[in-house]
């Protein structure tokens, strides 16, 4: 993951929501649905659903969680791992999630995916590109449809795009209803976050991995974790979601707290013991704060990627920093 990142970085049934409607109208509302044809942008490509997608492909444990609590399970024909495992995911979705089958640990080449026959692919921006699977025009000669994760994307990358994915998705799949109940239940811990927290002047720095240089995050979503945790990021100021930079950088910020990314699997600079243990030995940082007083908190590396766990990552943020301002 540490070389992909260093390479790159509501619908139909609101207004019956917002008025209600009788069970008859619900199903009315679902079978005009059905029998429209959905036309959605993404990724610089329009693209016309005239029926929802039946064999479908998501190439991460993150991306098929957002399928499978939209009730998709059963369209997913095969998973990549991508770097982590269903075991990283929410509790709810891990039974569904473990009975899917894995077309290969890692990311797939385009002929294994292409193996699965599939009509739709849903993955990262990492996909699609020379480094990846392969290019967007790839895809279209195979007619296989595509969304790419706007939050992998997007030239300021926030919280607000994975409602987007969502709301999409609803359309895409004809799944409206389960796609505003899911936003609406995020939006709810979004909401519970804002209001418990308080803006402090902890300083946070995230950190991805590296030895010459550390890989952290900038402008982007674990940014806006970090806010919504009430603390700063001490490298707000790099426009990519994920750069690199020197450990005297580091230095002279001085973070209260650092966050650490840990993987399940694929490509990592080692274990979170390692990790914490190379930052602790790093000469260059004897002196920063959250060395000294070891306050490091662990997060998943899909509780930072755009995705269902974003919230998880921010309480236990919040939770260091309330312990460090009492």
Request: aromatic fraction near 8%.
């Amino acid at each position: 993951m540490i070389k992909k990142i260093s390479l790159f970085m509501l619908s139909a049934c609101i207004s019956v929501a917002l008025f209600g409607c009788s069970g008859k109208d619900k199903a009315k509302n679902n079978s005009e649905t059905a029998s429209k044809q959905v036309v959605i942008e993404n990724f610089g490509v329009t693209t016309e659903y005239d029926k929802a997608p039946e064999k479908v492909v998501p190439l991460s444990y993150d991306a098929a969680q957002t399928l499978v609590a939209l009730g998709l399970e059963d369209k997913i024909v095969g998973v990549a791992t991508a770097e982590g495992s269903y075991k990283d995911c929410l509790p709810e979705y891990q039974d569904k999630l473990s009975k899917l089958k894995v077309i290969v640990k890692g990311t797939p080449n385009f002929e294994t995916l292409l193996s699965k026959n599939p009509d739709f692919v849903y993955a990262t921006v990492y996909t699609f590109g020379k480094h990846g699977v392969a290019p967007v025009e790839d895809f279209q000669k195979e007619n296989i449809k595509f969304y790419c994760i706007n939050g992998t994307f997007s030239k300021k990358p926030a919280i607000k795009d994975i409602y987007k994915d969502i709301e999409d998705l609803g359309k895409i799949f004809r799944k409206e209803s389960q796609a505003e109940k899911l936003i609406d239940s995020l939006k709810q811990r979004e909401k519970a976050l804002k209001d418990k927290t308080k803006a402090t002047p902890i300083k946070v720095m995230a950190y991805d991995g590296g030895e010459k240089m550390a890989m952290t995050s900038g402008q982007g979503i674990e940014n806006e974790i970090i806010s919504l945790a009430g603390g700063n990021n001490i490298f707000s100021d790099l426009k990519n979601s994920f750069e690199e930079v020197s450990w005297e950088d580091v230095a002279k910020r001085n973070p209260d707290i650092i966050l650490v990314h840990s993987y399940d699997q694929g490509d990592t600079s080692g274990t979170v013991e390692e990790k914490i243990n190379s930052l602790k030995k790093n000469p260059a940082l004897k002196n920063v704060t959250a060395i000294k007083n070891n306050n490091f908190v662990v997060v998943k590396l899909v509780e930072v990627f755009p995705g269902l766990q974003v919230f998880d990552a921010a309480d236990r943020l919040n939770e260091k920093i309330v312990e460090l301002t009492k």
